[in-house]
């Protein structure tokens, strides 16, 4: 039976989101290990639509590792948040799109 990729993902619990997310964040943790500068994390609408948001944000604080948001990641870490850069982009904040272009290394979530 062919299935959708809406069919696929509804058919995806939370949970099951919630371990791969999880795994990809222990990668993120391995790379940051080794970075020699700067690190970024951009946050994806994956993070929302998993509903990842507090694992995110649990990953960047133990890390240190400020969080810059796609336009559908907005709101994956809340804007109060010491290490919320705000949106990266064409519409993003200088902030977050000069600690971007001055990373050595992004972690990419939820893309």
Not at 48 to 53: D, K, L, N, Q
Request: with cysteine; aromatic share 6%.
């Amino acid at each position: 039976m062919d299935m959708s990729f809406t069919e696929i993902e509804q058919a995806l619990s939370p949970a099951f989101r919630l371990v791969v997310f999880s795994d990809v964040l222990r990668i993120g943790a391995d790379l940051s290990d080794y970075a020699d500068g700067d690190l970024l994390i951009s946050a994806g609408g994956g993070v929302r639509y998993s509903g990842a948001e507090s694992a995110l944000r649990q990953f960047a604080e133990k890390h240190a590792i400020p969080v810059a948001e796609t336009q559908a990641g907005k709101g994956a870490l809340p804007w109060d948040r010491p290490l919320s850069l705000g949106c990266v982009g064409v519409i993003g904040t200088s902030l977050a799109n000069d600690k971007a272009a001055k990373a050595d290394c992004v972690i990419a979530l939820g893309t």
